[in-house]
């Protein structure tokens, strides 16, 4: 009897302790929010810190009749509350593990998916006027997802105190198929026409999520920059946005003729069973099989074409929509000028070279493979990227060239085709850092490469959706870019905050963490152990929050810090690329940022001069 009622009393008194640990951890359950906005009530999830409504609907469901049709504007549903509480599925797509982080691609698929996932700093409301940014998701216009857990808001929306949109829109055959120019053919470029309903949704809704309508500022990344490129160039759509960031736009990938997009067309409707131009048999097949057979004509088009690589699906030239190639567009000057960052990745071409050709590539592959390519400037381009011997593989040669000849040089030569229209307000960037974790995944071959998309992981801060964790160096990383891409947002320069700016920072009661000054006093590192050139890192709230306890706890979901410049400017002070700055752009990297000034001016001096079009 003793025996039993000391056990009892130990129990109570592990009860006790454990009560008194955990009241110094307030949980932060979710609670709901509600949004009136112009087609009836939605309901969101609140942390505490960030709002979240996810999964509502900018368009009809694209199925049916509607399917390879415009899109058309959602019903209303004012007789009940719209319930925006789970992620959306993403558009139909296939292989979107293969070449890409598994946190890049959707948890699930329909072809109802066209829906946005909007994310508020906590307490915004209509009134509150905070810059609005909209992305849209690259994946070479097949695969990815707005609601895929790599692009999740919650923390970006937070840190830097805006409004954050993520979109769907329609891929692959299903976004993109040409089988005519007729009115009940399919006449492509419906993936565009998505992203053009979902701004307007944003513009006439987003004041009643606490955001506002003129501060817009859209960005993308690889299918979604050029997407940003293409909207640009638009009537419609310019007016929509006030700014732009282009991450890692491939510019010097040719976009199909007509006749190019209507061949494909034709491969599609022979893989499914059907006559090209009878859209009806091409609508009664199930969004799968047009999935599959979209898969099976990539590989068929891409096996005679070097560059289809890269993109096999996308926009084509249509002369409304897409007026032409990019690059000889912006040319003429046929583009609304706006504020820009722009920049790319080290490595672009990592993921395509070795994620196409998974064997050694000889010599004798190589010279057919720029055959393709430039036959009339092979010499030139061997003399400035001189193969390996012959005996070795030639893939790290094929990657420098892409790198050049797709993404870095034509990203410079559009740069410099907007100072000399008279675009003032641009500055350029290099992503040059890896992950420290293996966050690829599959795909191997990008482990410690700079690869296609490295940077998205730091841009809204979500390693920890894949269950690895930033160093602290890669946290400062992280920091910086949200930093910079949301002061931006607010005021159209990089460098500086607005008014009402704040970083929505979380206290550590308890902790000691320091900010640390390099030598050049530009940047700033976090350090646990304190030096003589250390001071606290200023913390603005009184409780400590399950974040917190996440952070503390090892997993890369920390708190916002305030920004380490006492005016409120950025670590590093990023200059606008023009002559007169010696065209110095920003390299992101680790331990520190720094200015670059002429990067690969050799090479992009080459390929200005013999142009970017292939022979295809």
Known sequence: MMKMMMIMMMMTLSLIILGCVLSRVPYVQAASVMVETTLGTIRGTSNGLTVAFRGVPYALPPVGKLRWQPPQPPAQWRSHILEATEDPPGCPQIGCEKLTPAIACPQKTSEDCLYLNIFTPSGAKNGSDLPVMVYIHGGNFFDMSGASPLFDGMIFSQRGNVVHVNMNYRLGALGF???????????????????????????????????????????????????????????????????????????????????????????LAEAVGCPVRDIDCLRNKSAEEVTKASLTTRSEVASLKFLELFEPYGPYIDGQMVKGQPLDVYRKGQFTKKPIIIGTTREETVLYIYGSYNKSIDLVNFMTLLLLVRPDKMVEIIEHYPPRASSEDQREVLVNISTDLVFGCPTRNLTRTLLGQGEADIWMYLWDHAFSFPGWGNVTFCEDRVCHGTEIVYEFHTAYKGNFTMTPEEEVLSTDLITYWTNFAWTGDPNQKGDQHRRRGCTLQGVSLMKTRDSSDKAIRISSAKTDESERVHVTNDALTVEDEIHLAGKPLSPCLESSQKNGDTPIAWPKYSGNSQWSALHFQVPQNQIVQNYKEKYCDFWDVIGYSSKL
């Open 177 to 267: 198929l040409v089988t005519g120019d007729g009115v009940d053919d399919a006449r492509g470029n419906y993936g565009l026409y998505d992203q053009i309903l979902a701004l307007k949704w944003v513009r006439d809704n987003i004041r009643q999520f606490g955001g506002d309508p003129d501060k817009i500022t859209l960005f993308g990344q690889s299918a979604g920059a050029q997407s940003v490129i293409q909207h640009m160039t638009l009537e419609e759509t310019s007016g929509l946005f006030r700014q732009a960031i282009i991450e890692s736009s491939p510019l010097a990938l040719p976009y199909k003729t007509y006749t190019e997009a209507f061949v494909l067309g034709g491969l």
